[in-house]
């Protein structure tokens, strides 16, 4: 059905415009609620009421039914037409009630709605288009005719008597029709690049949309991974504070009492010096020489010395214990909170491990390397790699191929498949045919942690430090600051544990250095939040 057949069928026969709020009555026609409302009350009292389409008469007033069906055909069609309203174009027959124009006749140059375009169309001369207030621009402004073709030497629309008479003659003319249909299909081509350039550039946004998406999620984790540790180091920082406050209050209680036993001790002496000092002046002051004679033991009054050497030594001896933190606590405290910074600088800095990478040349030929060049496995059987410089001859050792000459980095290593090894940086100077000065931490030059059996123990310069405790994972965390001259090993259990701290001031670049007597070893990559 066309567009104005259909909107015929949705009009009201009353007000002869699109349904409002339809209702239907019992003889099956449809009108407006307002409409029916009025025509149902100018026929209130004449003894009945009637259907104004077929006349159908009803004794009683009818109920008017909302049509619901009809209700949303009349919205789906107006939703799917021009906002003629807001075009201002109005039907010029229309006059007693604007109704909106679906076209204009160029013409008789008048607008028309679907009521009037029925009639109006049956003359095939007319010709219509949209509704359009200014139809002067669709006619010739010199010959006031009708714009029929379209001049494309010139680009322009024109009328019959520019192709005879006008400056067109003789040019290129196209139809209204063939010449918009050409200039649609270079706009749908244009329209083409103009969408793939717009997916383009969505994709532009959505990858920029995913990276701040990233960039938000990185931050939040760095966020919380920051409070973490700083809720972490403030724990820690307080049990160290109720450790310190608890050994001071501990060392002055244990002075407090004897001092107090002691001071309890010298009053009573003094009451009892006090004592006989009153009995001596008591017999002074007596004038009866046999009274002064036969009064208290003058032996007994005049012993001060009793117990004074014992009591002095003792008040030396408190005098002298201040019940301060001795050295050595005071030493064991600033260790602590220098692990803790350590721990601290490791854990803020850190985002992951380096890409570390073994270098074949260097290493020794009883030591195989994985084709990632991640493992290093011990091997009885001769490699039979070329003898080179820079290969280890004495030790089965090998160097990382990167070396680091500033900033901060960390890698790890996997030591779960050997008992028996020692992993650390090295200087590239190190000796590779030395004896037992090539090996890494026995010499200047290389700085290792080390196990051997069930041993642990730090090494630099031949110089070994036992490990209080051992490691208890299989992971070995190596941090490098080379500004600070630090190197640090961590133990990766959980929480993460602080094994010890190099600190120098290097002189060269340094490569990540690994000795494997037998098992393997493996580099860790991929990143590890600590």
Request: with cysteine; proline share 3%.
């Amino acid at each position: 059905m066309a567009s104005a057949d259909l909107r015929a069928e949705l009009e009201c026969s009353v007000c002869l415009n699109i349904y409002t709020d339809p209702v239907m009555l019992k003889c099956g026609h449809n009108f407006c609620r307002a409409c029916m409302d009025r025509v149902l009350d100018t026929q209130e009292g004449s003894g009945g009421y009637s259907c104004p389409e077929c006349r159908e008469k009803f004794r009683e007033r009818p109920a008017l039914q909302r049509n619901i069906t009809l209700r949303n055909i009349v919205e789906n069609f107006l939703s799917a037409q021009p906002d003629q309203e807001e075009s201002g174009v109005l039907c010029t027959h229309c006059v007693d009630s604007p109704v909106p124009a679906v076209r204009s006749c160029l013409l008789c140059e008048v607008s028309l709605c679907d009521k009037h375009l029925r009639v109006h169309k049956k003359s095939p001369e007319h010709i219509l288009c949209d509704p359009t207030l200014s139809m002067e621009s669709r006619k010739c402004s010199v010959h006031k005719k009708i714009l029929e073709y379209y001049c494309t030497e010139d680009d322009i629309c024109i009328c019959v008597s520019c192709c005879l008479i006008g400056g067109h003659t003789g040019h290129k003319m196209e139809s209204l029709d063939e010449a918009s249909e050409k200039k649609k299909e270079t706009l749908r081509n244009v329209l083409q690049k103009l969408l793939t350039k717009r997916e383009e550039t969505e994709e532009r946004v959505q990858s920029l949309q995913e990276h701040r998406r990233e960039v938000e999620e990185e931050a939040a984790g760095d966020t919380e991974r920051v409070s973490a540790l700083f809720r972490e180091l403030r724990r820690r920082l307080e049990d160290l504070e109720k450790r310190v406050l608890s050994e001071i209050s501990g060392r002055a209680e244990r002075v407090s009492i004897p001092m107090s036993d002691m001071i309890q001790k010298l009053e009573i002496k003094k009451d009892e010096l006090s004592r006989k000092m009153r009995d001596i002046e008591e017999l002074c002051n007596l004038t009866d020489p046999l009274t002064v004679l036969q009064g208290s033991d003058t032996g007994d009054l005049c012993d001060t010395e009793d117990g004074d050497d014992e009591d002095r030594e003792r008040h030396d001896r408190l005098l002298h214990d201040g019940g301060g933190l001795d050295v050595a606590g005071l030493s064991h405290t600033l260790h602590t909170l220098s692990d803790i910074i350590t721990e601290v600088n490791v854990s803020f800095y850190i985002q992951e491990a380096e890409d570390i990478l073994l270098d074949v040349s260097t290493a020794h030929n009883n030591l195989q390397i994985s084709d990632d060049r991640k493992t290093a496995y011990r091997s009885d059987t001769d490699q039979n790699r070329p003898e080179t410089p820079e290969r280890f001859q004495s030790y089965p050792q090998v160097l990382s191929s990167r070396s680091f000459s500033s900033g901060r980095h960390y890698w790890e290593v996997d030591v779960g498949g050997s008992d028996d090894w020692i992993v650390g940086m090295c200087y590239p100077s190190i000796e590779r045919r030395g004896g037992m000065q090539s090996a890494i931490g026995r010499n200047k030059k290389s700085w290792g942690l080390d196990r051997t059996g069930n041993q642990y123990s730090v090494i630099d310069d031949s110089n070994k430090i036992l490990l209080p405790t051992n490691m208890s994972s299989n992971r070995v965390g190596i941090y490098l600051d080379y500004e600070a001259g630090r190197i640090s090993f961590y133990d990766l259990c959980d929480p993460i544990r602080h094994l010890h701290t190099f600190t120098t001031t290097f002189t060269e670049p340094l490569h990540a250095g690994v000795y494997v007597w037998k098992g393997c070893i493996k580099i860790c990559g991929g990143n590890r939040e600590m």
